[in-house]
Every structure is written in structure tokens, then in C-alpha cells.
């Protein structure tokens, strides 16, 4: 299993940014997907996540009405469009899959929001 990162950056608050994560390895249609993010000294949360079949969302309320997570199954990629972005949201982003009880992450991608 492997799962690659991209798309982050520095961005101003008020900007946007799409993150994508690019996964192999496993039948990804199979499979729920999360995006989660870690700021220096605090603990991983859970940001999003999508099911694999029907594709419903799941937010954390931090981030509800301003990010969007998506998965294109054809591309073996799931995304998260981030609008609104404050200083906040500054942190490392991970992408998860958990596949027969064990927990895969990707390298990361940082994303900071600062003027």
C-alpha cells in the first residue's frame, strides 16, 4: 500500500488549496478514504472522510461548509479542496486508509496559512 501526498503550500488566509493523494497498492474503489492533519504539538484529527461505494462525507465541524472532499475512483486519487483557509488550518496533512484494521498513512503535505 502506498499512499503520495501532494498540493500543499503557503497560501493566505482567506485563499484556497486542493490537496490530492494518489494511492496504489489496493482496490482503492474498495475502500473508505480519510484526510487528517497535524499541528506542531498537538495531536492527528480527522478532517474528512468519503465511503467507498456511495460516497458519502464525513466532516469535522472545524471544517464543515469550507472543505469538500472527493475521490475519483478511475484515478485512484482522493482529493480535499480547502476554501476559506485560516491560520488555523496550519498544519501537516495526511491521507488514511484503513484497510483490514490497519491504519495506512502517506509522507504528508504541509500546508500554511499565514499572511
Known amino acids: 500500500v502506498q499512499l503520495v501526498e501532494s498540493g500543499g503550500g503557503l497560501v493566505q488566509p482567506g485563499g484556497s488549496l486542493r490537496l490530492s493523494c494518489a494511492a496504489s497498492?489496493?482496490?482503492?474503489?474498495?475502500?473508505?478514504m480519510s484526510w487528517y492533519r497535524q499541528a506542531p504539538g498537538k495531536e492527528r484529527k480527522l478532517v474528512a472522510v468519503?465511503?467507498?461505494?456511495?460516497?458519502?462525507?464525513y466532516y469535522a465541524d472545524s471544517v464543515k461548509g469550507r472543505f469538500t472532499i472527493s475521490r475519483d475512483n478511475a484515478k485512484n486519487t482522493v482529493y480535499l479542496q480547502m476554501n476559506s483557509l485560516k491560520p488555523e488550518d496550519t498544519a501537516v496533512y495526511y491521507c488514511?486508509?484503513?484497510?483490514?484494521?490497519?491504519?495506512?498513512w502517506g509522507q504528508g503535505t504541509q500546508v500554511t496559512v499565514s499572511s
Open positions: 488514511n486508509a484503513k484497510i483490514r484494521r490497519i491504519d495506512y
Open positions: 497498492g489496493f482496490t482503492f474503489s474498495s475502500y473508505g
Open positions: 468519503i465511503t467507498s461505494v456511495a460516497g458519502s462525507t
